[in-house]
């Protein structure tokens, strides 16, 4: 996987911190130093999750090995297409925010939705690990952290200026990425 494939997978993965934060910060209307936290967080998740999917597919690879690149595949075809289906159903105003206790203090609140928007990125480990050695995951599982804090840092900016995400669209076009990386996979493996 090259730069800028790992760049799309990392944007793809952080569509849902993007209105996570956007919501979070229009709703609370928090502070940048709060935001600056969240973001953080949502990185560290996000880059976390796929990094203990990749431990798990690096190891199942030898076992998986003539398959590895239909499972690779089958992941990211069904959390692209996931991410089609919720984008076409059209939830604008429901998020994981919306659902927390009031009596949580931040930093769990923040942990809490970190884990909530990182699920999907856990699957996509997986598939990097059988598909990719550790080093060049840990160089993607970097960049999809550092990306997921800087977009998360852009949805706080938005939040605070009420400015909304697009989410339908958003969620629509991060799936077309993951199931396009899904078949470049697929057909480097079968070429």
């Not at 069904?78 to 206790?101: N, Q, R, V, Y």
């Not at 598909?131 to 800087?150: F, H, Y």
């Amino acid at each position: 996987m090259n730069f800028v494939e790992a760049l799309l997978l990392a944007l793809a993965l952080c569509v849902d911190s993007l209105v996570v934060s956007t919501t979070t910060a229009f709703r609370t209307k928090m502070t940048y130093r709060r935001g600056l936290l969240m973001a953080l967080i949502f990185g560290l998740c996000q880059g976390a999750f796929p990094l203990a999917g990749a431990i798990i597919g690096d190891v199942a690879r030898e076992f998986i090995e003539a398959v590895d690149h239909w499972i690779a595949f089958g992941l990211l075809a069904f959390i692209g297409g996931k991410m089609i289906w919720d984008g076409a159903k059209s939830k604008e105003d429901d998020d994981a925010s919306a659902h927390l206790s009031p009596f949580h203090s931040p930093l769990s609140t923040f942990f809490l939705l970190g884990v909530a928007t990182s699920i999907d990125a856990f699957a996509v480990g997986i598939g990097l690990g059988l598909d990719n050695p550790l080093a060049t995951v840990l160089w993607i599982v970097t960049t999809i952290g550092v990306v997921t804090t800087l977009v998360s840092l852009l949805g706080v900016y938005l939040g605070k200026r009420n400015i909304p995400v697009p989410e339908r669209t958003a969620n629509i076009i991060a799936g077309l990425v993951l199931i396009g990386l899904g078949v470049k996979i697929l057909l480097e493996h079968l070429m």
